[in-house]
C-alpha cells in the first residue's frame, strides 16, 4: 500500500514537472494576450485608422516588402503630431521621447512561435488584407487581436485560397 | 511499476494544471523603433555585405548578413574565386569576435608596473596623446610585433615604423617558414608555391594538415575534393606520413606511422628508389647530385631510422613513380623538428626528380601578386624573439600577436615586456601579452573596419579582397589603420597625406584599379570601387606563371635533435594545433570551444591521446589524468585511448591553457607549449614543437574530459577503431 502512494506521489510529480516544462516553452512563444493596457502610450487604431482614414501601410511600410510589418519610426509620427494640439496626456509622452530622442518601447501582441515562419510580404502580395487576419482595425480602440493564429486558422484560409499546405512553407 | 487507471488519472490532472501553470508568466516583448529611420534598412529584410575573414591569413571571400544594423550570420562569397562560397568554422566563429562579451571596449592604461592595479579607461584624445609622447622621447629601439598584415594596412603600418625608425616583426605561430626557406633552397623561388592538390593523382603527404588549419586550408579543401572525386576516370590517391593520424590523416587511403623526426630520411629513401628504377627527367648533372643527397644513406638503414618497413617504403616509392601526376608534400608534423628545413627540402625534391615542377598536379609557381610590398618585412620566430627580449628595448608596439601564449616559457619571452620601457598594444582582446601592456588602444573588430588582403603567390589567381565595415562600431574601439593615421599626424611624420584609413586606402585602390582596370578619372573610380567593395574585391585571371630556371641541389640530411634522452624520457612529445582553435586565436569563441573534435568528440578543454598499449602498460584508464613530465616542466590532462598515434608518442592539441583570454577562454585546459623545450628549426628558428621528448605518469585520478561520446570513457571502449599502431621495435 505504501509503495504504490509513493509510486504515484513519484509519478505524478514527475509528469507533472514534464508538462510544466513544456507548457513554459510552449508559452514563450505564444502572443501575450493581456497585454492591451500596458503600452506606454495609449495608442488608439480607431482613431488613426478609422476616423483619420489613414491607410495601414502609410505606418506599417515595411509589410508589402518584407517578413516584418514594421513599427512606424518617431520621426514619422512626429510627421503628424509636431504640429499638433499636445494637451493630451499620451500625445505629450509621445513629445516627450521625441525631444529625448528616446524610442517608444511598444508592447508586442502578435506574436507567432519561432517555429513557424511567416511573412507579410508574400500575404500581400497575394491580396490578402490586413483586415483578414487583423479583424476590423479601423473600429476597435487599442489594439486589436482578431485572430488566434494557430495553425488550423492559417491552414482553412490557405486551403480555401488554394495556397501551399506543405509543411515546410511555414516550417523552414 | 504497474501503472493503475486511477494514478493515471491523477497524474493527467496534475499534467493539466501543470500546463495551464506557464500560462500566468507574463513575458512582455517589446518592439522598439527607430527614433529616425534608416532609409536602407527595411525592417525584416536581410542585407548581404561582402567582406573578407581574417581569422586566419588565407583571406577567405565572405558574405555577412545584416539585419536592422545587426550582423547576424557569415557566409562564403560564392564569387570569391579562392573559396567559392565555402568557409571554415573558424570563418563562421568570426561573428562571436564581433559580440564577445570580452571584447576591450575602450583605451586602457595600466596605472604602475609593480602590484596588481587593474587597468583603467581613460580618453582616445589622452592615450593618443601618451603614446605620442612616448615615441617622441624616445630612447633606444622601437620595434612592433603585429601578426601578418596584407595590403593596405602592411604598407601603412611599415611606412609608420620607417618613418620613426622602428622595426616590424610579423609572428604568426607555426608559421611555415621552413616551407618557405625550403622552396628557396630546393628551387631557387623566394614565393610560397602553389600546390596544385587537384590536378594531382597520387598525394604523398608529409604530415601536411592541409584539411585543418594549414595554409589556405578551404581552398585546399575544395581542391581535394576534386583530386578524389572531381574527375570522371580518377580517384586521385592520398597517403599520409606522421605519427599521430591528423584529422587530414583520417581521409587518407593509408597511413605511414613514421618515427618522429626522420621525414626527411623517408623522402631521401624514396628519392633513392625513384632514381634507381626509373628514368629521370633531370639532366644529367642535376641527376648525379640528387643521386648523391639521396643516396647518402643506404635504404636498410633509413628503414631502421624510420621505422617503416623497407618493403612498404619500396611499395610507396613505386606507387608514387608509376602515378601520372604525383605530389610530394610537407608541413605540420614534419615541420616540426630541428631539421625541418632539411626535411622539407628532401620532401619537395621528390617533385624534382618526378619532373612534377611546374607542371599540372604539381607544384607550380606564380609571379609575387600585385601591390604585396610586404615581402620585405621580417618574420620572427620563437628563436629570434628570444634574442630581441635579450636587447634593451625601449617601445614595444603589440598588434593582435600572443607569443607570451604561443612560445614556450623556456624562451624567457617575458623579460621582452618587463624591461622595455613601455609597452602598447592595439590588440582587441586582453590576452597574455597585451595584460603585459602599460597602454591599450584597442582595434575595431574586422566586421567593423575597412581593409584589403592580398592573396600570396600559393594561389593561382591575382586576387586582392576588400574588407568593408558590416556594422557601426559597437564600442569605443578604433581600426589600427586610423591609429596608425592619428599618430603620424600628432608626430608630424610626413608621407601620410590622409585623415582616415579608408581615405589611404581608396588612394592605393585609385592606383590598382588604373593599371589593372585602366580605370581613370574620379568618376570612373567611384563606380569601380562600389562595384568591388560589392563583389568583396578585385580579381584578375590567373597570374603568370614562372618556371623554374636554378635548381639547387637539395640540402644535405642532418638528423632531428630531441630535449631528453630516450632512456629517461622514453617517449616523444607531440603537441599539435587545434583544428578549431588553431594555437589559441579561437579559444575565446565558444562556437569553437564546443566544436567537438572530430576525432576523439572532445570540446571545451585538453586532453591527451595516448596508445592503448603505452596506455595500459603505465596503468593508465580511459580518461584517466595522466601526468606528462619534461625537463622543463609538467602538465596534468586527462588520457583518451588514441589506437592511430604510435606506442612511442603522446600528442596534446594546442589552443587552451591561457592565463588571459577572456570568460571563455581563461584557466580553460593546459597548454602544451609550456613544457616544451627551446629547440628550433635550426635554419629558420621557427620551433621544433615536437623536440621535447617526456615520460608519463598515471595519478590514478579519474579526468573529466567533455566529450560528445561519453560512452567512449567506458572501459574497453576505444575512441578509434582504424586498425592499430604497429608496436614499437
Ligand atoms: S580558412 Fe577559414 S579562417 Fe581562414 S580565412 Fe578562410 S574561412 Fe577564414
Given amino acids: 500500500m505504501k509503495r504504490s502512494v509513493l509510486h504515484s506521489v513519484s509519478l505524478l510529480s514527475v509528469v507533472g514537472l514534464v508538462a510544466l516544462a513544456v507548457g513554459l516553452l510552449y508559452s514563450k512563444g505564444t502572443a501575450d494576450l493581456a497585454a492591451q493596457d500596458r503600452q506606454p502610450i495609449p495608442f488608439s487604431h480607431e482613431f488613426h485608422a478609422g476616423r483619420l482614414g489613414l491607410d495601414c501601410l502609410y505606418c506599417h511600410r515595411a509589410a508589402h516588402q518584407s517578413p516584418t510589418a514594421g513599427v512606424p519610426s518617431l520621426q514619422l509620427c512626429m510627421g503628424c503630431h509636431r504640429n499638433m494640439d499636445a494637451n493630451q496626456p499620451g500625445i505629450q509622452t509621445l513629445l516627450d521621447h521625441w525631444t529625448r530622442r528616446q524610442p517608444v518601447a511598444w508592447v508586442r501582441l502578435q506574436r507567432l512561435p519561432d517555429f513557424v515562419y511567416f511573412t507579410h510580404e508574400r500575404h500581400l502580395a497575394n491580396q490578402v488584407q490586413c483586415l483578414d487576419c487583423h479583424g476590423q482595425v479601423e473600429s476597435t480602440p487599442y489594439t486589436p487581436r482578431a485572430a488566434t493564429y494557430e495553425m488550423g486558422w492559417c491552414l482553412a484560409c490557405h486551403q480555401q485560397r488554394g495556397a501551399s499546405r506543405d509543411c515546410i512553407t511555414c516550417h523552414k | 511499476m504497474k501503472l493503475k487507471r486511477r494514478t493515471f488519472i491523477k497524474a493527467l490532472g496534475l499534467a493539466a494544471a501543470g500546463s495551464f501553470l506557464p500560462g500566468c508568466e507574463r513575458e512582455v516583448h517589446h518592439l522598439v523603433p527607430y527614433v529616425l529611420p534608416d532609409d536602407e534598412i527595411v525592417p525584416g529584410v536581410a542585407d548581404w555585405y561582402a567582406s573578407t575573414c581574417r581569422e586566419c591569413q588565407a583571406g577567405c571571400g565572405v558574405v555577412v548578413r545584416v539585419m536592422e544594423g545587426r550582423a547576424k550570420k557569415i557566409e562564403g562569397n560564392s564569387e570569391h574565386p579562392l573559396n567559392q562560397g565555402k568557409l571554415c568554422a573558424k570563418g563562421q566563429a568570426a561573428l562571436q569576435g564581433l559580440y564577445n562579451p570580452d571584447r576591450i571596449r575602450e583605451p586602457l592604461r595600466r596605472p604602475e608596473r609593480e602590484g596588481r592595479r587593474p587597468f583603467e579607461p581613460l580618453a582616445w584624445e589622452e592615450a593618443l596623446t601618451q603614446l605620442t609622447e612616448r615615441l617622441r622621447k624616445v630612447q633606444g629601439p622601437v620595434i612592433m610585433i603585429s601578426r601578418p598584415l596584407s595590403g593596405t594596412l602592411a604598407e601603412l603600418v611599415s611606412t609608420f ?77 592520398f597517403v599520409q606520413v606522421e605519427p599521430r593520424l591528423s584529422l587530414t590523416g583520417a581521409s587518407a587511403d593509408r597511413w605511414i606511422p613514421i618515427r618522429p623526426g626522420t621525414a626527411g630520411l623517408l623522402a631521401m629513401g624514396i628519392g633513392q628508389i625513384l632514381l634507381a628504377e626509373r628514368p629521370s627527367a633531370l639532366p644529367e648533372t642535376q641527376r ?245 567593395v560589392q563583389q568583396g574585391g578585385w580579381w584578375g585571371r590567373p597570374g603568370r606563371e614562372l618556371t623554374v630556371t636554378a635548381a639547387p641541389p637539395p640540402l644535405p640530411h642532418v638528423p632531428a ?53 603505452t596506455a595500459q602498460a603505465h596503468g593508465i584508464r580511459q580518461g584517466d589524468i595522466v601526468r606528462i613530465v619534461s625537463r622543463y616542466g609538467s602538465i596534468e590532462v586527462p588520457a583518451l585511448y588514441y589506437p592511430a598515434i604510435r606506442p612511442d608518442v603522446i600528442a596534446v592539441p594546442m589552443g587552451q591553457g591561457h592565463q588571459e583570454y577572456g570568460r571563455y577562454a581563461s584557466r580553460r585546459g593546459v597548454n602544451p607549449q609550456s613544457i616544451l623545450a627551446p629547440l628550433f628549426d635550426h635554419r629558420t628558428g621557427v620551433l621544433a614543437s615536437a623536440a621535447t621528448r617526456v615520460r608519463i605518469e598515471a595519478t590514478g585520478r579519474p579526468g573529466r574530459p567533455v566529450l560528445l561520446e561519453p560512452s567512449a570513457l567506458d572501459p574497453g571502449h576505444e575512441l578509434l577503431t582504424i586498425g592499430k599502431a604497429r608496436s614499437s621495435p
Fill in chain 2, 161 to 237: 615604423m620607417r618613418a620613426i625608425d622602428g622595426e616590424l616583426y610579423f609572428y604568426e605561430p607555426g608559421a611555415d617558414l621552413p616551407l618557405r626557406a625550403a622552396s628557396r633552397a630546393a628551387f631557387g623561388m623566394d614565393a610560397w608555391p602553389h600546390i596544385d592538390l587537384a590536378g594531382s593523382d597520387y598525394v604523398l603527404s608529409f604530415g601536411a594538415p592541409f584539411l585543418e588549419g594549414w595554409l589556405s586550408p578551404v581552398s585546399l579543401g575544395i581542391a581535394y575534393g576534386q583530386m578524389r572525386q572531381g574527375r570522371p576516370l580518377t580517384r586521385g590517391r
Fill in chain 2, 288 to 532: 648525379r647530385t640528387y643521386e648523391r643527397i639521396y643516396g647518402d644513406i643506404p635504404l636498410d638503414r633509413i628503414a631502421a631510422l624510420t621505422d617503416i618497413p623497407r618493403e612498404e617504403l619500396v611499395r610507396t616509392a613505386r606507387e608514387f613513380g608509376s602515378a601520372g601526376a604525383p605530389l610530394a608534400i610537407g608541413g605540420g608534423a614534419a615541420c616540426a623538428h630541428t631539421n625541418a628545413t632539411e626535411s622539407l627540402a628532401a620532401i619537395q625534391g621528390l617533385n624534382v626528380v618526378t619532373g612534377r615542377i611546374g607542371r599540372p598536379g604539381g607544384l607550380r609557381f606564380y609571379e609575387p601578386a600585385l601591390f604585396s610590398g610586404t615581402q620585405s618585412i621580417p618574420w620572427l620566430t620563437e628563436r629570434s624573439l628570444g634574442e630581441l627580449a635579450q636587447r634593451a628595448l625601449s617601445v614595444v608596439l603589440l598588434y593582435d600577436s600572443n607569443p607570451l601564449h604561443t612560445a614556450p616559457p623556456s624562451i624567457p619571452l617575458r623579460r621582452l615586456f618587463e624591461q622595455a620601457d613601455f609597452v602598447a598594444s592595439f590588440s582587441p582582446f586582453m590576452d597574455d601579452s597585451t595584460s603585459a601592456a602599460d597602454l591599450i588602444l584597442p582595434d575595431h573588430s574586422p566586421l567593423e573596419s575597412w581593409g584589403d588582403h592580398v592573396q600570396p603567390t600559393s594561389f593561382p589567381t591575382a586576387i586582392v579582397s576588400l574588407s568593408q565595415p558590416v556594422v557601426t562600431p559597437l564600442y569605443d574601439t578604433r581600426a589600427v589603420g586610423d591609429t596608425f593615421l592619428s599618430l603620424a599626424h600628432r608626430l608630424g611624420l610626413s608621407g601620410f597625406p590622409r585623415e582616415t584609413f579608408h581615405a589611404f586606402l581608396q588612394d592605393r585602390w585609385r592606383r590598382l584599379l588604373s593599371e589593372q582596370a585602366g580605370t581613370h578619372g574620379e568618376e570612373a573610380f567611384a563606380a569601380a570601387w562600389a562595384h568591388h
Fill in chain 2, 561 to 613: 635533435t630531441f630535449d631528453g634522452d630516450d632512456q629517461n624520457w622514453p617517449l616523444y612529445f607531440h603537441p599539435y594545433p587545434s583544428p578549431s582553435l588553431g594555437q589559441g586565436r579561437g579559444a575565446n569563441l565558444p562556437w569553437l570551444q564546443e566544436l567537438p573534435d572530430a576525432l576523439t568528440s572532445a570540446m571545451w578543454g585538453t586532453w591527451a591521446e595516448i596508445n592503448p598499449h
